[in-house]
């Protein structure tokens, strides 16, 4: 069978009809109609991802991915959503949610979404400079001291995202080499004191520039955000 994935969503002809498409892609679907349904569900068998609606009657979707994580660490959540509360849905990236979903959505989208953040959950650092900030954070992380071991990482299919300093390394170029080997990796580039004239090359290819020193809470919202492009 291909992933397990669970679904949640108190609408059921949404949620019947997102689990018919994910199981014409391959997935094992199992669906659960509230956020105390899904904890039940995940407390008995382990899934490989979880999507979720983030308004709910009783727990919301933001409340279970906080009950999910103690529950099955490391499982990623996507949240789906058609009314964004700016400051909820900040909190729940900046909290670890991998991404979240607009509603209405593409089901085909979506299934590659959910395929990526099982197969490609690794986020790649690129340049010394960024390696004390990715320290802090509680993601799959793993560095490349070069360009070359960072396409090596890219060629073997677990990278979602890859974070490039600006520093240490020619972020268009490297950004152009990474992507012919993967069109759907996300990037973000990290700029310092000094580098302000290699910001315009670098916003022609990257979605996300962030200045040093950034908080880990906002280069894990960041992160998220790179990862819905796909």
Not at 35 to 45: K, P, T, V
Not at 60 to 67: A, M, Q, T
Not at 175 to 200: C, E, K, N, Q, Y
């Amino acid at each position: 069978m291909g992933h397990r994935v669970l679904v949640v969503d108190d609408e059921d002809g949404l949620r019947t009809t997102l689990a018919a498409n994910l199981e014409l892609d391959g997935f094992e679907v199992v669906e659960a109609d509230s956020g105390a349904a899904a904890l039940a569900r995940a407390s008995e068998q382990e899934f490989d991802v979880v999507i979720s609606d983030v308004r709910m009657p009783g727990m919301s979707g933001v409340d279970l991915f906080r009950r999910l994580r103690e529950l099955r660490p490391g499982v990623p959540v996507l949240l789906m959503t058609a009314f964004t509360v700016e400051h909820v849905i900040r909190q729940a990236l900046r909290e670890g949610v991998h991404m979240v979903v607009p509603k209405p959505f593409d089901p085909e989208r979506v299934g590659r979404q959910l395929r990526r953040a099982v197969d490609r959950p690794l986020v790649c650092v690129i340049g010394k400079g960024a390696v004390a900030m990715i320290g802090a954070l509680s993601l799959p992380v793993r560095v490349a001291a070069d360009e070359a071991e960072a396409s090596a990482l890219v060629e073997g299919g677990q990278v979602g995202v890859c974070i490039i300093d600006l520093a240490t390394a020619d972020a268009p170029r490297l950004i152009g080499r990474l992507r012919a080997l993967d069109p759907g990796l996300g990037f973000i580039v990290l700029s310092g004191h000094g580098a302000d004239h290699l910001l315009g090359p670098a916003a022609q290819h990257a979605p996300e520039i962030l200045r040093k020193p950034v908080p880990p809470q906002d280069l894990v919202e960041a992160i998220a955000r790179a990862r819905g492009r796909v």
